[in-house]
């Protein structure tokens, strides 16, 4: 799969947690840019990619996604 | 996605009253709750007198970077089987993170266990709280069960996941675990 191909995936995982057709994440999207996306979103939209791209985060990995592109790098590293 | 904030956990005192009471009937606090209240500033100061004397619950205020920002507590501190219920929640919403609630749940169970030697402590949420879920799932709590319609509130009737943590299991894992130590007044 490319980094493309993931963030096509990515956006239809927001598009559902969100329930916004309009978002499109990039590289540089963060928690800052999306409306209600707290915590516990955060949460909820980890379990959503995992089932997604049926792979699964530690607590250390979710840590460590800071922006999306983090997010994306990291399932790009586990579907190798 | 937030960085490392600086929490801390201390008991409640009069000030805070009022503050638990407008977070407490919060939509977005009450929604997970087993209730919607109706609050009182001078409910509040009862419930807080007769807390004084509970010694089946404890309460803390939750401050994150300095402000207070929710509540987190335990229950069932007499069981026999030393098995404890908690809760909590934060209700500031620009002081939430991934992060703190990680750091605070695995310093309750440092709490619970190494402390007050408790045995085993259980998370009851409502089912559809698939966020708080995953979190305590993370934190490595174990499913115990769902019960269908355990709670109605307002006429509706919710679902219940109960998760738990045994003394156990959190002395095998928490080795690994990487959290911020949050240190709670005894």
Same mark, same amino acid.
Request: charged share 30%.
């Given at each position: ?80 | ?26 939509? +977005? ?5 087993? /209730?919607?209240?109706?609050? /009182? ?14 010694? /089946? ?9 300095? +402000? ?15 098995? !404890? ?14 992060? /703190? ?10 709490? !619970? ?11 009851? !949420? ?22 269908? +319609?355990?709670? +109605? ?34």
């Amino acid at each position: 799969m490319t980094r493309e191909e993931v963030f096509e995936k990515l956006d239809g995982v927001f598009q559902d947690v969100f329930d916004d057709k309009d978002i499109h994440v990039t590289d540089t999207t963060t928690s800052s840019d999306i409306e209600g996306w707290d915590s516990l979103v955060h949460i909820s939209l980890i379990s959503a990619i995992e089932g997604v791209f049926d792979i699964e985060f530690d607590i250390d990995e979710i840590s460590a996604m800071k922006n999306v592109g983090k997010m994306a790098d990291m399932i790009l590293s586990k579907i190798a | 996605m937030s960085g490392e904030r600086t929490v801390s956990v201390r008991r409640i005192q009069d000030a805070d009253l009022e503050n638990i009471m407008n977070w407490r009937m919060k939509p +977005e606090v009450t929604r997970y709750m087993n /209730t919607d209240p109706k609050l /009182t500033l001078d409910g509040q100061r009862k419930w807080f007198v007769k807390l004084q004397s509970d010694e /089946t619950v404890d309460y803390w205020i939750i401050v994150i970077d300095g +402000e207070p920002a929710g509540v987190i507590n335990l229950a069932d501190l007499d069981d026999p089987n030393g098995q !404890v219920g908690w809760a909590y929640y934060i209700a500031v919403d620009h002081l939430k993170s991934f992060e /703190t609630a990680i750091s605070l749940e695995m310093s309750l169970y440092d709490y !619970v266990f190494d402390h007050l030697k408790k045995k085993s402590i259980i998370a009851n !949420v409502f089912s559809a709280n698939k966020g708080v879920i995953a979190l305590h799932k993370l934190c490595g709590c174990e499913f115990l069960e769902e019960k269908k +319609e355990f709670i +109605e509130k307002n006429g509706i009737k919710y679902d219940m996941t109960f998760q738990i943590m045994t003394v156990e299991r959190w002395r095998t894992i928490r080795e690994k675990m990487h959290y911020q130590k949050v240190k709670f007044d005894v």
